[in-house]
């Protein structure tokens, strides 16, 4: 159970406090309710480049790395199709930098054409070698835009090509900055030893007269359910042949995103689950494969991928993936095998729940979804799945005309 305790600022700045007394290490937490789904679909890859361009001094403070380096904190930040988050660790006595530093970039980024030339070419390096020039690193520049038709998460992060990024002007960027870098379109997490009186005084000294943005309606296209197979088949300069099989499935808060993660875990989650056993070690048809879900805010992906042994037929290794997802969809899995997975889900979240950065990051992300008290039900939802349902799921989401496939041949 973790506690906590919320306020919103004038400004529509949403804080949410949680006090953990057992470390002098405090966590703040700041997650912006922009994504690569967000974008322009002529101008993709900018929220990522903001991740970037964040870091490269804002009014007061030239440098942010330095100042909370120097008071020994440590500072980072991810984006993904939904969100942007930022995140720093910092002894707490020196708690009140944090909120300085952030504040400021929230309050006025510079931008100048040296810093957006410098961000923009290293978001175009990371382009090139994460996905261009990597082994399977194009896998999901193939499959996103197979899989969605009309729904942005056809892109990933990184944007739908180079160019997008290399024409990025400052006029872009400020226009991106001034729409989605507003405190009512942001959630700030603070975990560790602190008072809530403290907290609610630092966010009104630093973040309480920064103006709020335009309130934006986000308008996202949903995605037709797909009634027809897809295929692509693609040669690379890579070591062994693959298949990637994608299936479109419910959003992070359906009710039956829980059935569909724990059907994942069922199906490949160790090396006693279901697809290792029969495809890797008993058939010896791959050398490895996963099934994992997106878990996105709209609706996702759940995917299978698995590299094949050399001399196996491409037909033949996606013949016994349909067959394993078939038996899943007409028998009932074991009560211990779906126990098992359960019960690992659950040291997952107990895990989750230690570290005062993680529980930073899971109160925000489950503010944004709805309620921040989300956090505390995840182990009684994933409890209340039943064999019944984890079927009806597998029937819901394994159907032929629900699949996109990329058949990735070794060149």
């Known amino acids: 159970m973790i506690s906590f305790e919320k306020f919103t600022l004038d400004n529509g700045l949403k804080v949410i406090v949680h006090q953990d007394k057992s470390t002098p290490i405090v966590a703040l937490n700041i997650l912006y309710d922009v994504g690569a789904r967000d974008e322009d679909p002529d101008k993709t890859g900018f929220a990522h480049l903001f991740e970037h361009l964040m870091f490269g001094g804002s009014v007061n403070i030239p440098k942010y790395d330095i100042p909370l380096e120097n008071a020994g904190g440590e500072n980072n930040a991810f984006t993904n199709n939904d969100i942007t988050n930022y995140y720093l660790t910092i002894p707490r006595q020196n708690l009140e930098l944090a909120f300085w530093l952030e504040s400021d970039r929230m309050l006025d980024l510079v931008f100048s054409k040296k810093s957006l030339s410098v961000q923009r070419n290293v978001v175009i390096e990371e382009f090139k070698q994460s996905y261009l020039n990597q082994p399977y690193g194009d896998v999901w520049l193939l499959l996103r835009p197979l899989a969605y038709k009309v729904h942005p998460y056809q892109w990933s992060t990184i944007g ?46 630093w973040f309480g007269t920064i103006k ?114 078939e038996t899943v969809k007409e028998i009932l899995v074991r009560d211990e095998e779906l126990q098992k997975v359960k019960n690992k889900i659950e040291s997952t979240l107990e895990f989750s729940e230690i570290n005062v950065l993680d529980k930073a990051m899971n109160l925000a992300y489950a503010e944004l979804l709805g309620d921040a008290d989300m956090i505390n039900r995840e182990k009684s939802n994933y409890h209340a799945v039943t064999k019944e349902q984890i079927r009806k799921t597998a029937q819901e989401v394994f159907r032929t005309e629900n699949c996109s496939t990329l058949y990735y041949f070794a060149n």
């Open 160 to 205: 739908k090509e180079i160019s997008h990024i290399e024409n990025a002007t400052i006029e872009d960027v400020k226009v991106f900055y001034r729409k989605y870098y507003n405190p009512n379109n942001a959630i700030m997490t603070v975990a560790g030893n602190v008072e809530i009186k403290e907290i609610e005084r630092l966010a009104q000294k």
């Open 212 to 325: 709020p943005g335009e309130k934006h309606i986000r308008n996202i296209p949903p995605e037709p359910a797909q009634t027809e197979a897809r295929t692509l088949t693609t040669r690379r300069k890579v070591p062994f042949d693959s298949i990637y099989m994608v299936y479109h499935m419910c959003s992070r808060s359906n009710k039956e995103y829980h059935s569909t993660d724990l059907l994942s875990d069922i199906l490949s989650n160790g090396y006693s689950s279901r697809l290792y056993l029969q495809l890797v070690k008993e058939k010896r048809l791959f050398s490895d494969i996963h099934a994992y879900i997106s878990g996105d805010i709209d609706n996702g992906l759940f995917i299978v991928t698995g590299k094949l042994i050399k001399n196996i037929k491409m037909e033949d290794a996606e013949s016994a993936i349909i067959d394993e997802l």
